[in-house]
Each structure stands twice: as structure tokens, then as C-alpha cells.
């Protein structure tokens, strides 16, 4: 159904801008999102039919994404992550650039090869690939890091940085005839970068915070 791929971009697209509004349960609402949009993408992005080997099921990529996703649903439930537009990090919008390719996703087929194109970042399929979505939902993060669950960040930047590392690989190495699939794939790897460091900072900040007196 080609019509759900403009329709999941305009819904990532409103769910991101929802704490930029200050709208309330905005976290949540993002959160919630993801976590709606990681169990469709887990089976369907992950399942295919080859010529190869016919029917084809990437089951560790599923249980991965699963994993995701239950846990950005725990932290939905608990409401553990609360973005408030008061603690935009305007030193981070820089952040926005990356989030921006990759919720575009400029590419098109010429001669069988992937190549920059910009015909169709309306309606291509990013708003339902692992790769495009994440990027996009953990810049919110970081821009309002704030009030976020620094183990939801850890567990979708762990997971998110090695899709993107295994993608460098892919894209520039094995499949370098494509290689502008490896430079949409470079947001997921530097903003999950960005967000492991961060959850690790954040997970120091609460120890410190947690015992005062033994961090001295």
C-alpha cells in the first residue's frame, strides 16, 4: 500500500515537532509512536521473497528492533521520559541537519544504482525503515535531553549504532556502487554515537545524584 509510506512520514513528522509546540506528553507521544511504527518495521522491513533463496527472514535484525521497542514501551507505561520545549539544547541544532536527511531520504534508482535524487523524499519509504526513523526520533532526545530516560537512549543508540556501523560496511565496502545509501545511513551513526555518549553521561549524572557523598 504506497499510500501509507507519505502518510507514516507525516505522522513521524508530527510527532517530532510536538515538544518543539511544548505540547504535554510529547515524550510520551513520540516514544509511543516509535515504539508503534518499530513493531510493524521489525517483521515487514525484515522479511522478503530472493531469487535466491526464495522466502527470506532476517530474524536477528526482528529480535533486535523487538527489543527496541519493548523497551521504549516500558518507558511509556512509567512515563519515564518527559521533553519540555524549556530545555531545548540550542547548542545541539545542529543535530537538526542529520535528523533532516534522513527523514528525507534523497534517493533514487539510475541504471540500477542508488544515487542523490530528490523526486521523491515525499513518498519514499523512510518514514517506515529502521535506519531512517531512528536517527530522527533520538535527535529529539538529545535536543531535549533534559528530561529523558537515559537507559530508553542507551538501549536505541546501542542498537542504532551497530545497524549503522554493519550499513558503513555494506554500503562503502561490499556494495560501493551504492554509496549514497552509506552517506544516508551516516545520521544513525553519528547521532547514535552522540546518544550513547550521552546516556553514559546522563547514567553518571543519576549515580553522582544517588550517592553524593561516595562519588566525593
Known amino acids: 500500500m504506497p499510500w501509507l509510506l507519505p502518510v507514516a512520514k507525516l505522522a513521524l513528522l508530527i510527532a517530532v515537532l510536538l515538544p518543539f509546540l511544548g505540547v504535554r506528553q510529547s515524550g510520551r507521544i513520540l516514544l509511543a509512536y516509535y515504539t508503534g511504527i518499530l513493531l510493524l518495521v521489525a517483521f515487514f522491513q525484515n522479511m522478503g521473497d530472493t531469487e535466491s533463496f526464495g522466502f527470506a527472514w532476517l530474524i536477528g535484525n526482528t529480535i533486535v528492533q523487538l527489543v527496541v521497542?519493548?523497551?521504549?514501551?516500558?518507558?511509556?507505561?512509567?512515563?519515564?521520559?518527559?521533553?519540555?520545549?524549556?530545555?531545548?539544547?540550542?547548542n545541539r541544532l545542529w543535530l537538526l541537519l542529520p535528523m533532516a536527511l534522513a527523514f528525507l531520504m534523497p534517493y533514487g534508482i539510475a541504471e540500477e544504482r542508488i544515487t542523490p535524487a530528490i523526486g521523491s523524499v515525499l513518498w519514499n519509504d523512510?518514514?517506515?525503515?529502521?535506519?531512517?526513523?531512528?536517527?530522527?526520533?533520538?535527535?529529539?532526545?538529545?535536543?531535549?535531553?533534559?528530561?529523558?530516560?537515559?537507559?530508553t537512549l542507551s538501549v536505541a543508540s546501542f542498537v542504532g549504532l551497530l545497524f549503522g556501523l554493519v550499513n558503513m560496511g555494506v554500503w562503502f565496502v561490499l556494495n560501493s556502487a551504492d554509496w549514497w545509501m552509506g552517506v544516508l545511513h551516516l545520521p544513525l551513526v553519528v547521532i547514535a554515537a552522540f546518544g550513547l555518549r550521552e546516556s553514559r553521561h546522563q547514567a553518571s549524572a543519576d549515580r553522582r545524584h544517588r550517592d553524593p557523598i561516595g562519588a566525593r
Open 126 to 151: 523512510a518514514g517506515v525503515t529502521f535506519c531512517m526513523i531512528t536517527p530522527v526520533v533520538l535527535g529529539v532526545l538529545l535536543l531535549f535531553p533534559d528530561g529523558v530516560d537515559h537507559r
Open 69 to 90: 521497542a519493548a523497551w521504549c514501551l516500558i518507558d511509556v507505561i512509567g512515563e519515564r521520559t518527559r521533553l519540555r520545549r524549556s530545555t531545548l539544547r540550542r
